[in-house]
Each structure stands twice: as structure tokens, then as C-alpha cells.
């Protein structure tokens, strides 16, 4: 951890300009400042970061165009299924509207036809591949097969990429 603030911090000199603070640079000519510039100078925006996403796509490439996005997920949450031998499962449940429930509906079907897989991505990363067994056409996918700290940290991703309606500062049971 030390390296790396130190590295950045080098960095950040180098890119700043900054010289060493531990070199001795005993000059005798006095600092000066310059007055601020008279002009006005415009200050631009910061570019934004582009939005994450949740990908669905045929098969395991990262390639392949996807058939789904986080723009059809209206929620998701993680869920603990105990089971008889007493050690818990963990899933994450992936919420669709209506238009992602008929999109995903028709992708799975087309998985069982070819017998292909449907992978999920955050961005460029794959988070889950599954075997179809059945079109899943009730509006909500199931990642399982995870322990408690990979269902967290996927239902973590999955409810950034989520589209949330605005704060209407309304004051719900009020």
C-alpha cells in the first residue's frame, strides 16, 4: 500500500511538475509569485466516466453482441437459500421489465435450441456463465452457484448498472 502512494506520488510531482521535496535545492535567488492572469478563462467540464453496465450475451465472447443490458433490469437483490444439510446457498436475483422479460424469454429459448450458453459481464468482465435447461420467461434470472462475498459483490455491480428514477423528494408514508 506504501508503494503504491508513493509511486502516485512521484507521479503526480512528475506530472505537475513538482521537483523532489527531498533534494536539497538551496538556491539564492528569492521565489516570486506572479499575479493571477486577467483574463477569464473558461474552466470545461470533467469528462464523465462512461455508465457501467450489466451485458447478456450467446456463449462466452466478450465479442459477441450483447442481447441484453442493465437497461432492462429494474432491480436485483441476493438471496440466501438454506438447504438440508445446513450450509446456506447464495443467488442473485436479476429483475426484468417487460420489454427484457420477452427479450430474455426468446435468448433463452435460442440457448436451448443451439444448446449454448448465456453469459453475464459488468463492463468487460464475465461474472457468470450458465447452461440453459428451460426458457426463462417469468421476468427474472438467477445467478447461483456463488458463495456470500462473490453474491455480494455481483449484486453490487448488477444494482450500480440499475437505472434509478429520480428523487422526487417525496416523503412516502408521511
Known amino acids: 500500500m506504501f508503494r503504491k502512494f508513493l509511486a502516485m506520488s512521484a507521479a503526480l510531482m512528475l506530472l505537475t511538475g513538482c521537483s523532489n521535496p527531498l533534494e536539497n535545492t538551496s538556491s539564492e535567488e528569492p521565489e516570486t509569485t506572479t499575479a493571477p492572469p486577467t483574463t477569464t478563462q473558461l474552466i470545461t467540464e470533467p469528462p464523465t466516466l462512461p455508465k457501467s453496465m450489466i451485458y447478456f450475451r450467446m456463449g462466452e465472447d466478450e465479442s459477441a453482441e450483447p442481447f441484453l443490458t442493465s437497461d432492462h433490469i429494474v432491480d436485483c437483490s441476493m438471496e440466501i437459500l438454506p438447504s438440508d444439510s ?4 447464495y443467488v442473485v436475483d436479476i429483475f426484468f421489465d417487460d420489454e427484457g422479460k420477452e427479450i430474455f424469454a426468446k ?10 450458453m448465456i453469459s453475464t459481464w459488468y463492463n468487460q468482465h464475465l461474472i457468470s456463465v450458465a447452461t440453459v435447461d428451460e426458457v426463462i420467461d417469468e421476468g427474472a434470472a438467477v445467478i447461483a452457484g456463488t458463495d456470500m462475498r462473490e453474491a455480494s459483490k455481483i449484486a453490487g455491480w448488477i444494482y450500480e448498472c440499475i437505472e434509478k428514477p429520480e428523487d422526487n423528494n417525496s416523503n412516502e408514508g408521511e
Open 86 to 89: 445446513g450450509e446456506s446457498t
Open 107 to 116: 435468448a433463452t429459448q435460442e440457448a436451448i435450441d443451439n444448446g449454448s
